[in-house]
């Protein structure tokens, strides 16, 4: 029909789905925008490039009569109940074989329930995470998608062209089944909240302990950010600590803003993820804690009053210390990936998704947050897809022994004077625990069969036993436990 002009439509007009709709305008594809605020899809417009075929319009009617079939439809609108009422209004506009994308930042058991749902009207939906911020989808985000297959191959050439490009590859792949986009999204921006408690770590020591004022600690992340650290997050953190505020005279806008980290629950998810599977992501327990615990301001400052909380001058020299600390935030920051990763690949198996690890590893390369020059590293690793964790790769076991020495010192100074590194320390713990042949959990088992039967196994024989732990003497009693 001659009205069917558009090939991809957007629901929610704010800066995030305009940006990604214009982007994919910029690519030639002509795209049309559903909002129903009429002063968004008036900006959208006038946003477009000159020649660029784009519509904004302020009722479902109009939007769906206008797109070619199968339709297109992706929503970026906040997370929740938003999406549900979206696709209410949505449906019954909606036919057969039309592709619904929800772009946001879903927890994948939602998406799971709407992909069962709407298969019973053949739509296909599918969950989509979207990374790189406003810029990243005007210029090209890294694309995680995941859900049916054929919906996919249909939607992958827009998703190609918008996407972020490394080296002309580009930053989207078909990730796997089900709800697999949503879950990658869900762990990128676990490990994305342990990168940015790492750089605030460094930050607290810089400033702090060697007393570096912001132009030093913005020169300390930038000069990482030039060699095997370079990365995103240390770019824009580098950035941060040259900007004055513009309301009082004179200060650094980062000196005003309060300390009190907010969040939406993404990392809450993956640590509790973890928790489930259950995956050890102590790096990112840890972020998410502290952004918890940064929030009790007013019991903070008790127990400042009461503890004191006073920072002595590290006698230490400044650029001896700079190198272990960047040591630090590197090993930090690698296990980092190696808990995210190996959360995705147990999850890909216990929740069959089939999540394609290499492709993960390739798109968070570039447009995302947590992009960074590690990943390449991680690329080579994860031609094995059967890695059960980076740490295991005998090259990235290279790059993590270099960098012992300097987060040991870190951990260690951090300790000694009283800075709160509790990603820093998980890294190095959680590293020390998952490189031990044995660990003291015996004596755990053990106190478990004393005081609640709860049964061991030996190291010598095969079975379950349980022990009648004789505390009178110093003889027991063992028995094998029939588990038939
Ligand atoms: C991204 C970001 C994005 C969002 C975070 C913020 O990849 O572009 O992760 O999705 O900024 O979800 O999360 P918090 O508000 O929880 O920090």
Redesign the pocket.
Known sequence: MANQLYDFGMVGLGVMGSNFLLNMADHGFPVIGYDKNPDKTKLFEASAAEGNVVKGVNTVEQFISQMKRPRKVMMLVPAGAVVDSVIADLTPFLEPGDILIDGG?SHYTDTLKRIVSLREKDILFMGI?????EE?ARKG??IMPGGDEVAYKEVAPMLEAVAAKVNGDPCVAYLGKDAAGHYV?MV??GI??AI?QLISECYDMLNHGLQYDNAAISRVFSDWNKGELQSYLLEISSEIFKMTDDKVKGKYLVDMILDK???????KWTSQEGLDLPVPVPTIDGAVMM?NLSSLTGERQKASSIYGSEFKKLEISPADFEKQLQDAFYFGTLCSYAQGLALLSVASRELKMDIDMPAVVRIWRGG???RSELLNNFMEAYKDKDLKNLLLDTDVADLVTQKLDGIRHTVSIAALNNFPSVSLMASLNYFNAYRREFLPTNLIQAQRDFFGAHTYQRVDEEGIFHTEWNTSSDTVSTKPIDTN
């Open positions: 930042n995470g979207v990374s790189g911020g990243g985000p890294s999204k990128h921006n994305e909240y940015m980290a907010g969040a939406k629950g993404t990392g952004r995302c947050i947590i």
